[in-house]
């Protein structure tokens, strides 16, 4: 057979074959580094946004929005990155969005209680979880608790070494007989997701007195953190997988941590806009919350926070100019995660149009379910020009479905900015996995996620 009918087929490309040199292999270790680091510290999406704060402003950042590059955080669980290109906003703009919430267990707003002699909390799960994932394992507290006043109290409880963890129990193997024979969606009860806060009785004079360890844990959050059981009302607490993200498997070669749906586009999109700061067009990276309950709220993708804030920054860099010019004109990537082929659970993928681990960031067409239902299907004039920027730059991707067709489905923020008529297409890497309390990740597909917003913010 010819090399000319060979190079009619199309097959991606492993990115550890193209990333195979010395520099490209150390660039990737040190990027992975500040990745498991970030992870291990940003476990809430206020977190995240603290430190893109911290990291935007050491870059030049600020929030006048004279200058030609500014940032905006919207209640501390949203933001807004821009940088003025060389071309006018009316000629358009190239977006970086993506979430830096991730699913978890919430404290209810009457958490406290005491069953058996044990105080416990209750949870209500955020997001899609598999329940049973959460059980037997330590757990981390983050939030805030926010007084009458207004005086917000920050809590964190879990992750630093002198820290105790939480956790939440599950049925001895020995009595579980009946247990086992359940259907999973009815096994694990979200009422049953309760968390183990203490068992030590606070001092009483009377001996048959009831509540005793409840009391003590009030005593106890009282002390060190002034509150309550009524603060708990206007609280936010999360509880979410203790310790720090890990390097995985005998080579390193993955990334294991909680929260990297979305946070690794998170964390890619931003590494790509501070290295990229001669851009063309103007450069926009938005970090949205809410996205794994719908992109519902004041902080979710839905609301109109980007709008507003672009129409501030238009009057401000180009006053005069019409929104729905600059956003007609805009070109964006909706940065989320994919679902990586999983060597146990092949029959759920269809693999010629399934995502692969350590073959680059992996764009979804459409996403949706039944036959594309709610999906931004994007467009090929759009893809092409995608795949003629990477392709020309080196950098590895690949294209995927989210599973077979009608084996489940889902969906992201991509529809909720292609309303405004601007190009979009879905873009991140690949996770095995994902919304468990470990997700993996391939270290060489969050540096070339990376490098692939880096092009697009640039071009
Ligand atoms: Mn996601
Ligand atoms: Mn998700």
């Known amino acids: 057979m010819s090399d000319t009918i060979n190079k009619l087929e199309y097959k991606p490309q492993n990115a550890w074959k193209v990333y195979s040199s ?4 150390d660039a990737m270790d040190s990027l992975a580094r500040e990745y498991v680091d970030f992870l291990s510290r940003c476990k809430t999406e206020r977190l995240v946004m603290d430190y893109v704060q911290e990291k935007a402003a050491a870059a030049g950042f600020s929030e006048d929005f004279s200058t030609g590059a500014v940032m905006r955080i919207q209640r501390g669980k949203t933001g807004f990155l821009a940088r003025k290109g060389r071309r006018p906003l009316s000629e358009g703009f190239r977006l970086v969005g993506a979430h830096a919430d ?8 009457r958490p406290l209680y005491e069953d058996t002699e044990i105080c416990l909390a209750k949870t209500h799960y955020y997001g899609g979880i598999r329940k049973y994932q959460w059980l037997t394992s330590p757990l981390a507290l983050y939030g805030v608790v926010v007084r009458k006043g207004g005086e917000v109290i920050p809590v964190a409880v879990g992750d630093d070494p002198s820290d105790p963890v939480l956790t939440i129990t599950d049925l001895l193997p020995h009595l579980a007989y009946k247990e086992v024979e359940k259907k999973v ?74 929260g990297q749906d979305d946070r690794s586009s998170v964390f890619c999109a931003l590494e790509a806009l501070l290295a990229e700061d001669k851009p063309e067009f103007t450069q926009i990276v938005l970090f949205w919350d809410k ?4 992109s519902d709220g ?30 007609m004109n805009g070109t964006a990537l909706s940065a989320d995660v994919a679902a990586a082929v999983d060597p146990d659970h092949k029959d759920v993928y269809e693999e010629r149009n399934a995502a692969f681990l350590g073959y680059g960031p992996c764009f979804n067409k459409f996403t949706g379910h039944r036959g ?19 392709d020309e730059a080196g950098v590895p991707w690949q294209m995927s479905e989210l599973g077979k067709v009608d084996a489940g489905g889902g969906g992201t923020v991509a529809k909720y900015l292609a309303i405004y008529g601007m190009d979009i297409i879905d873009v991140g890497a690949p996770v095995l996995s994902m919304h468990s309390p470990f997700e993996i990740t ?3 597909d969050i540096y070339a996620t990376m490098l692939a917003f880096r092009e697009f913010l640039k071009a």
Not at 373 to 390: K, M, Q, Y
């Open 102 to 109: 991730s699913p978890r267990l919430d404290l209810k707003q």
């Open 185 to 258: 969606s009815v096994a694990f009860e979200a009422e049953k997701l309760n968390v183990l806060l203490g068992q030590s009785p606070v001092a009483s004079d009377k001996d048959d007195e009831k509540g005793l360890v409840k009391k003590q844990i009030l005593k106890l959050l009282n002390e060190r953190y002034g509150i309550d059981e009524a603060d708990f009302l206007s609280a936010e607490l999360q509880v979410v997988p203790a310790g720090p993200a890990r390097f995985v498997g005998l080579d390193s070669s993955f990334i294991g941590g909680y």
């Open 22 to 25: 010395p520099e490209h292999r």
């Open 442 to 444: 391939s270290k060489v």
């Open 298 to 327: 004041a902080t979710g993708a839905k609301s109109l926070f980007f709008e507003y804030t672009l129409e501030e920054l238009i009057d401000s860099w180009e006053p005069g100019t019409r929104l729905s010019r600059v956003m």
């Open 372 to 390: 594309k239902v709610g999906a931004n299907d994007a467009h090929p004039e759009f893809i092409a020009e995608l795949r003629s920027l990477l």
């Open 291 to 294: 996205e794994e309950i719908g």
